[in-house]
Nanobody, 119 residues
């Protein structure tokens, strides 16, 4: 089993910043991909950003230039630094990891942390 513990969500005014953190623990030797998705009310869950074990990052167009993803492989943690937040960033943010197994990688999700941006 894999556990993901998220922290750092909250309420912030438009233009402000927040940092999300996610720590992974459990039965695994390595993590291929770590990242964040988000889901706003009435909308589908969408990619925010991912980062590979080698440090290659991928961002949704809507957050490019405002959000920065990073990871600490030694601590199995992933961070999402969010700046210039706007009300459209309001959503539940979910930590995501992909663990190599025999066969396809196995995805795991955190329970989510609420980010609310007020105008």
């Amino acid at each position: 089993q894999v556990q993901l513990v998220e922290s750092g969500g909250g309420l912030v005014q438009a233009g402000g910043s927040l940092r999300l953190s996610c720590a992974a623990s459990g039965s695994f030797f390595s993590i291929n991909v770590m990242g964040w998705y988000r889901q706003a009310p009435g909308k589908r869950r969408e990619l925010v950003a991912t980062i590979t074990s080698g440090g290659s990052a991928n961002y949704a167009d809507s957050v490019k230039g405002r959000f920065t993803i990073s990871r600490d492989n030694a601590k199995d943690t992933v961070l999402l630094q969010m700046s210039s937040l706007n009300p459209e960033d309001t959503a539940v943010y979910y930590c995501y990891v992909r663990i190599p197994r025999v066969g396809p990688d196995m995805p795991y999700w955190g329970q989510g942390t609420q980010v609310t941006v007020s105008s």
